[in-house]
């Protein structure tokens, strides 16, 4: 039954990941001066950051009736003498305990080649971020406790499903939040001081002259893992995304309900062009599971659906950490495959589809594996 294999693929460990999540906890120790793997493109890239405040939701994670905050990073090419000023929109989605900086590689490589990245940290289920107050927010203890809980062997198949939704509930609005403040931003040109939180002038304007360059007739939306399992239901309930990349991610949003051992999905096909891109682990299980596990179902029925695998790769595979904490990535599941050689390899898919599919440079041809 698929109903035990699937959880290993929902986050990024168990009680390993608690354990150094607890002993590490210096982060700008852990994570210091990486700024990805060298760049295809013509543009050189640039980054800014700010806050967005989303004045319709209270932080679920405090009880002091704050709003939820949700910092965002921009990756942008740098135009100065080039001609082309009107770039596609990406949006990326952090695993479970990940970060913002999770997949800096893939950004730099996407910006260098005329996208705007837009890189969410979503607070209290990242590692760490800051809030507005300078404050560092870490991993909230009761999400621990409900991604430790999933992967217990007693846990049914419709606890999870009601549990990976309360997450995936938070990040969709997230996204969400995020991807209308943009467009919203874009349109009336100005950052509007409740919706975001900026740390001086300079920043302000450097963000507009961003999304004076933005076409946003033009999005795609990645993850990975929950974040990937994020991408895929924002790909489902929005009618402005033109592409989804599910990194190594089980489509949990995609699982309506499970009862008497049947489990329910949405009637209608997956609408937008969608991506899978798994290790090899997750790929042995899902051929042996066949139409019993999700992303099987939602890609089989997909308007246009591919999937392909790395050789070798293991989950953490699909981010940067093997390359700037290859210990803590050791410890989270990598592969015997080149750590460099894979997310190289990753990012020139990734840099390939999004150009098919935002671009309309051409066609991709996705290979059974890689």
Same mark, same amino acid.
């Given at each position: 039954m698929m109903k035990k294999k699937n959880k290993g693929f929902i986050i990024a460990g168990s009680v390993i990941l608690v354990l150094v999540l607890?002993?590490?906890?210096?982060?700008?120790?852990l994570f210091t001066d990486y700024e990805g793997l060298p760049t295809s493109g =013509?543009?050189?890239?640039?980054?800014?950051?700010?806050?967005?405040?989303?004045?319709?939701?209270?932080?679920?994670?405090?009880?002091?009736?704050?709003n939820r905050e949700?910092?965002?990073?921009?990756?942008?090419?740098?135009?100065?003498?080039?001609?082309?000023?009107?770039?596609?929109?990406?949006?990326?989605s952090h695993g479970a305990f990940g970060y913002y900086q999770s997949n800096t590689s893939t950004y730099m490589e996407l910006a260098s080649n005329g996208y705007i990245v837009v890189s969410l940290d979503h607070p209290y289920h990242s590692f760490f971020t800051m809030d507005t107050e300078g404050k560092t927010v870490t991993v909230n203890p009761e999400f621990l406790q409900? *991604?430790?809980?999933?992967?217990?062997?007693?846990?049914?198949?419709?606890?999870?499903?009601?549990?990976?939704?309360?997450?995936?509930?938070?990040?969709?609005?997230?996204?969400?939040?995020v991807l209308n403040s943009v467009k919203e931003a874009k349109e009336t040109q100005t950052l509007k001081d409740e919706a975001w939180y900026v740390s001086d002038n300079e920043t302000e304007m450097e963000?507009?002259?961003?999304? @004076?360059?933005?076409?946003?007739?033009?999005?795609?939306?990645?993850?990975?893992?929950?974040?990937?399992?994020? @991408?895929?239901?924002?790909?489902?309930?929005?009618?402005?995304?033109?592409?989804?990349?599910?990194? =190594?991610?089980?489509?949990?949003?995609?699982?309506?309900d499970y009862e008497n051992g049947v489990y329910?999905?949405?009637?209608?096909?997956?609408?937008?062009?969608?991506? @899978?891109?798994?290790?090899?682990?997750?790929?042995?299980?899902s051929d042996e599971a066949n139409l019993l596990y999700v992303n099987n179902v939602v890609l089989e029925n997909a308007m246009d659906g591919q999937y392909t695998y790395f050789e070798g790769s293991g989950h953490m595979n699909f981010t940067?950490?093997?390359?700037?904490?290859? *210990?803590?990535?050791?410890?989270?599941? *990598?592969?015997?495959?080149?750590?460099?050689?894979?997310?190289?390899?990753?990012?020139?898919?990734?840099? =390939?589809?999004?150009?098919?599919?935002?671009?309309?440079?051409?066609?991709?041809?996705?290979?059974?594996?890689?």
């Amino acid at each position: 039954m698929m109903k035990k294999k699937n959880k290993g693929f929902i986050i990024a460990g168990s009680v390993i990941l608690v354990l150094v999540l607890m002993i590490v906890l210096i982060p700008k120790i852990l994570f210091t001066d990486y700024e990805g793997l060298p760049t295809s493109g =013509d543009y050189a890239v640039k980054t800014v950051s700010a806050i967005t405040i989303d004045e319709s939701r209270l932080e679920s994670f405090e009880a002091d009736g704050s709003n939820r905050e949700v910092p965002v990073y921009f990756y942008y090419p740098d135009t100065e003498g080039k001609k082309e000023k009107s770039f596609p929109l990406v949006i990326f989605s952090h695993g479970a305990f990940g970060y913002y900086q999770s997949n800096t590689s893939t950004y730099m490589e996407l910006a260098s080649n005329g996208y705007i990245v837009v890189s969410l940290d979503h607070p209290y289920h990242s590692f760490f971020t800051m809030d507005t107050e300078g404050k560092t927010v870490t991993v909230n203890p009761e999400f621990l406790q409900q *991604v430790m809980k999933v992967n217990e062997e007693s846990v049914s198949e419709k606890e999870v499903i009601e549990l990976s939704h309360t997450w995936l509930d938070t990040r969709v609005a997230d996204i969400n939040f995020v991807l209308n403040s943009v467009k919203e931003a874009k349109e009336t040109q100005t950052l509007k001081d409740e919706a975001w939180y900026v740390s001086d002038n300079e920043t302000e304007m450097e963000i507009l002259e961003i999304l @004076s360059m933005l076409n946003t007739e033009e999005i795609g939306v990645m993850g990975h893992s929950l974040g990937g399992a994020a @991408s895929v239901t924002i790909g489902r309930t929005r009618d402005d995304i033109d592409a989804v990349i599910d990194l =190594d991610g089980t489509m949990l949003g995609e699982e309506l309900d499970y009862e008497n051992g049947v489990y329910e999905y949405y009637e209608e096909n997956y609408p937008v062009p969608l991506l @899978s891109l798994n290790s090899q682990a997750h790929q042995e299980l899902s051929d042996e599971a066949n139409l019993l596990y999700v992303n099987n179902v939602v890609l089989e029925n997909a308007m246009d659906g591919q999937y392909t695998y790395f050789e070798g790769s293991g989950h953490m595979n699909f981010t940067d950490l093997p390359l700037f904490s290859p *210990v803590l990535a050791s410890l989270l599941g *990598v592969g015997e495959v080149d750590a460099t050689e894979c997310i190289t390899t990753m990012n020139g898919v990734i840099l =390939d589809y999004f150009n098919c599919y935002l671009k309309d440079e051409g066609t991709v041809v996705i290979k059974e594996c890689y």
